[in-house]
């Protein structure tokens, strides 16, 4: 099993930023793809961006250019640099994690899953 816990989350007005983190513990040699989705009130969870072990990245349409994301392997964290926040991008964010899956920005490929932190931004 693997373990998968948030932080970093809160408001901020549009403009501003935030970052996020996610502490992976338990088994996770096997960890492949790490990554983050977030979902609205009302709203399905949508894909954020991803990172794999060799270094690849993905991003959602809608956050690229504004979004970073990044993982440490030494030490089990991935990170979720958010900048230039707009009100869109409110939501509860969650952090997923799996081995090799055919598909990053499918939800339904993860086993893993974090509780998610709350972001909001103000207008």
């Known amino acids: 099993q693997v373990q998968l816990a948030e932080s970093g989350g809160g408001l901020v007005q549009a403009g501003g930023s935030l970052r996020l983190s996610c502490a992976m513990s338990?088994?996770?040699?096997?960890?492949?793809?790490m990554s983050w989705f977030r979902q609205a009130p009302g709203k399905e969870r949508e894909f954020v961006a991803a990172?794999?072990?060799?270094?690849?990245?993905y991003y959602e349409d809608a956050v690229e250019g504004r979004f970073t994301i990044s993982r440490d392997d030494a030490t089990n964290r991935v990170f979720l640099q958010m900048n230039n926040l707009q009100p869109g991008d409110t939501a509860v964010y969650y952090c997923?994690?799996?081995?090799?899956?055919?598909?990053?920005?499918?939800?339904?490929?993860?086993?893993?899953w974090g509780q998610g932190t709350q972001v909001t931004v103000s207008s």
């Open positions: 997923a994690a799996d081995g090799w899956i055919n598909g990053v920005r499918d939800a339904h490929r993860y086993d893993y």
């Open positions: 338990g088994r996770t040699y096997n960890i492949y793809t």
């Open positions: 990172a794999t072990r060799p270094g690849d990245t």
